[in-house]
């Protein structure tokens, strides 16, 4: 699973006009609301309810019940939690309690989360660097060959994300390939260890989120009207200049909502922390499952939860701050590029 | 049943539009009309007019806020869109996708529940009376644009509707092809008998086909007629500038005639109506072709452009006040050049009073 | 001679011609080092997948150290009956979890075109929900769900939860295929005398069928593949094969990780090619 659930809303309001009138009639000119009044055939919102009801049940009482549970007590024994009103949940963020019941400052969970923000900082710009180049390639490639590039891309996407974080552990361990290449050409006596480091964790990162820069900054990069690049040589630009002046400001919008698609859910992430981290670069999404297993204590857990939460929130709302095209662009570039 | 009676009556129709803003849109302005029984009427207007909207109503894709719509004197402005024995050929054609030619055409038919025997023979029928016999088995995408024309024509006729609705039919054609298509729509009207109402927003193709002519401005009918009629008399400025080309002129009415500033006086026993008219300010309308150009090197006006138009020559000139149309068929005279002076003179039975 | 000819921005002849006109005419569109990156890119995005393909045909039962070709970690992931069952847990969920969504999605894409304003943001909010939350939070949500509304863990507890997301997975395809309809096609069914329910049945459902399939392929993989929320809901008997791979892979790495996670890929590539060959065949 990827993220972008603002894309999603966004890219709707962008297209539902020549959705719901017909472009062609030059009486359609009349207001949107008249459009949108029912017509035969066409079906009306209630077939939408159960949808909705559905996710209403699964997906937002879900997140009710983990904002209730951050705010109760650990059970004694067993799963769940007590039905009993506090704070502890927060304050263990930053305390920890000794056995003597005495409270000291303890910064291993503000740790973790300066680690994976620090972590999907990384993977963003990596993304980035890699992606600009491939989506420009793609979109100046003929049309014929460029639909089947393009799915290319998206092809891993739809492969078990399990598969491909474990797919690392085969390539980074000190008998893999790479190792083994290096070796092969006599540049290494010993084998270098890359996984279980930070560095396994960020590759697997990067190789994940990949997808969801690229198909962002390609769909910008295909309205770019290269027009203006023939303008610019035209004007004594070199290719540099006119890719750094040009060509990148109109693929702004594709940047930015491609930074959301990867920062977003790399800040989440549980795989490859996981699996490729061995344990020294948790996240907080490890945190998280580890209150919900081997350490039972769920309303710690729930608390990291609605701590990524609003984190997520912020982050979303900061970007939408930034550029507020970004994710009309997201949605048509990621998800609408993605199907 | 009554034989002139008219096959289809709108009486008062009148639709709003919620504008997003708030504010309000009369797509319909208390619309009466009433259509002749084997009649082509071709509703004219420009673009939001609301003739559109007129012809949505009168096929129940739209409900009229208020008024009436009677069909062969039964009212059906309450009646569900399946169950109106009026038929529409679609801008966009909205032939099914899915299904081939001759399913689209039997698709009417089917809902009808007529004999799947009858559908057969219909359908063969359908696509003869269309020139596409042979073609029912192809997907509408595999079909040109004027071909897609005839399938909705055709599945629309196979119904034998009451009256046939056609929504700018010809607007997705190229000029070539419109002009064939109005012959074939005027020769399947005859044939059919069957009463057509047809939406444009192009003069020409009005002027070509309908009998009768409804001209529409915001929302209203201004004026309804023979093409011939609407063009030679128009009864409003909007009209005489919507159809064809019009110089409209201000003039005076006093007791002994019209007096057009810089060009003199028409009695008025030769202006039609002329006798019935109130004194007072009034406008003048007078077509091109009406207008003669004579040189004279001590005339009141100085020509100011001259271009081919089809076979004519267009010779706009100017007079101290006002600037002046002229067409002339371009073998009748040699053509004036810019800044010839000329005299201006009208044939005074082509002069027409209209309102504002 | 021909080359000079050419006007700008023609579509280039390779080789010579090229090479000799560099910054001239349709290599401007180019940028230094691009293609060399893309190509990188391409694969690093296969390679990881292409070993472990390769390695599940190592004799080797060290992984990643090549001996020989075998076919045996196939015939004995096969034939263990825990990945058996794991096989039929996973094929069970997503079974269901697609054809519940799909239904769903389909009265969501319809209902969306009439929706109000307001009533189409709160449903996008919702749809896309699934998507942005950290999976994380989505499973231990839904576990907290369960556990708080006594709904026993299991394959059962796994298809409700994967109903929720394979939504928007499925609507996408969907919603794609309603939108390229000519909203007069309906008018003209009703015109002709079709009722709503005529209407539904032979054009709507018809015309949406590419996509409502396109779709149910996508939410089937999404479905299959996934660990997370499965590995939270599984309890003990609602194992499904990702969660079991991951147990291989956290006990001991075999070569038959590899097999499985072989049987995996392709059954998703080719369910997604499948379904990206129905939505692009009729535009």
Known sequence: MGAS?????????????????????????????????????????????????????????????????????????????????????????????????????????????????????????????LAIPIAMWLATRPPERRTALVFAVTIPFWTSLLIRTYSFIIILNDNGPINGALRGIGLIDEPISMLYTPFATVVGLVYTFLPFMILPIYASAERFDFRLAEAAYDLGAGKWTVLRRVVLPSVRPGVIAGLVLVFIPALGSYLAPELLGGGKSSMIANVIAAQFGASRNWPFGAALSVLLLVITLLVLIIFAIVAKRASRAAGRGGWEALL | MDASAPALSVRDVTKTFQTPEGGQVHALDSVSLDIADG??????????????????????????????????????????????????????????????????????????????????????????????????????????????????????????????????????????????????????????????????????????????????????????????????????????????????????????????????????????????LPAGPVHVAVRPENVTLDRDPVGTAKVTDVSYVGGDIRVEVQTASLTIVSRVPSQRVAPPSIGDRVSVSFAVESLCVVAD | MTELDAPAGATTRRGTARRARRGVGAGLRDFPTFRAVSYLVFAFLYLPLVFVVAYSFNSNRVVSVWRGFTF???????????????????????????????????????????????GRTFAWTLIGAPLIIPEIVFAIGTLALFVQSRVP????????????????????????????????????????????WTIFRRITMPLLAPGIVAGALLAFIISLDDFIVSYFLAGPGGTTLPVYIFGMIRNAITPGVNALSTLMLVASILIVSLSYLLTRKRR
């Open chain 3, 72 to 118: 045996s970690w196939y015939a004995e992931v096969l034939g263990n009956d825990d990945i058996q069952r794991a096989l039929i847990n996973s094929l069970r969920i997503a079974f269901i979890a697609t054809i519940v969504s799909v239904i769903l999605a389909t009265g969501l894409a319809i209902g969306l075109l009439t929706m109000a304003r307001a």
């Open chain 1, 5 to 129: 659930g603002t894309a999603l809303e966004t890219s709707d309001s962008a297209t539902s006009d020549s959705a719901t009138s017909d472009p062609r009639a030059p009486e359609s000119r009349t207001p949107a609301s008249a459009r949108r009044q029912r017509q035969a055939g066409q079906g009306s919102w209630w077939n939408g309810l159960p949808g909705l009801v559905y996710l209403v049940a699964l997906v937002l009482l879900p997140l009710f019940i983990i904002l209730v549970y951050s705010f109760l007590s650990r059970a004694k024994l067993g799963v769940g939690v007590k039905w009993q009103f506090t704070l502890t949940p927060y304050t263990e963020l930053l305390y920890s309690e000794s056995l003597s019941g005495g409270r000291s400052f303890d910064p291993t969970y503000l740790q973790i989360i300066a680690n994976s923000f620090w972590y999907a900082l990384i993977t963003s710009v990596v993304c980035l660097v």
């Open chain 2, 39 to 276: 009649s082509f009427m071709v509703l004219l207007g420009p673009s939001g007019c609301g003739k559109t909207t007129l012809l949505r109503c009168i096929a129940g894709l739209e409900a009229p806020d208020s008024g009436q719509i009677d069909l062969r004197g039964q009212r059906i402005d309450d009646m569900p869109v399946w169950r109106r024995r009026v038929n529409t050929v679609f801008q966009s054609y909205a032939l099914f996708p899915h299904m081939t030619v001759a399913q689209n055409i039997a698709f009417g038919l089917q809902m009808d529940k007529v004999p799947s025997a009858a559908i057969k023979r219909k359908v063969e029928a359908s696509l003869e009376m269309v020139h596409l016999s042979g073609l029912g088995s192809r997907k509408p995408s595999q079909l040109s644009g004027g071909q897609q024309q005839r399938v909705a024509l055709a599945r629309a006729l196979a119904k034998e509707p009451e009256v046939l609705l056609l929504d700018e039919p010809l607007s997705a054609l190229d000029l070539k092809l419109r002009r064939g298509m109005q012959s074939e729509l005027k020769r399947l009207q005859r044939e059919t008998s069957i009463t057509f109402v047809l939406v444009t927003h192009d003069q020409d193709e009005a002027m070509a086909m309908g009998d009768q002519v409804a001209v529409f401005n915001a929302g209203r009918i201004v004026q309804v007629g023979e093409p011939r009629e609407v063009y030679l008399r128009p009864n409003s400025r909007f009209v005489a500038d919507f159809i064809g080309e019009a110089n409209v002129l201000t003039g005076r009415l006093d007791t002994y005639g019209l007096v057009i500033e810089s060009l003199g006086l028409v009695p008025r026993d030769r202006l039609l109506d002329g006798t019935l």
């Open chain 3, 153 to 196: 863990l299991g394959v059962n507890a796994i298809t409700l939860a994967h109903i929720a997301f394979c939504i928007p997975f499925a609507l996408l395809p969907i919603r794609a295929r309603l939108r390229g309809v000519d909203p007069a096609v309906y008018e003209a069914a009703a015109d002709l005398g079709a009722n709503e």
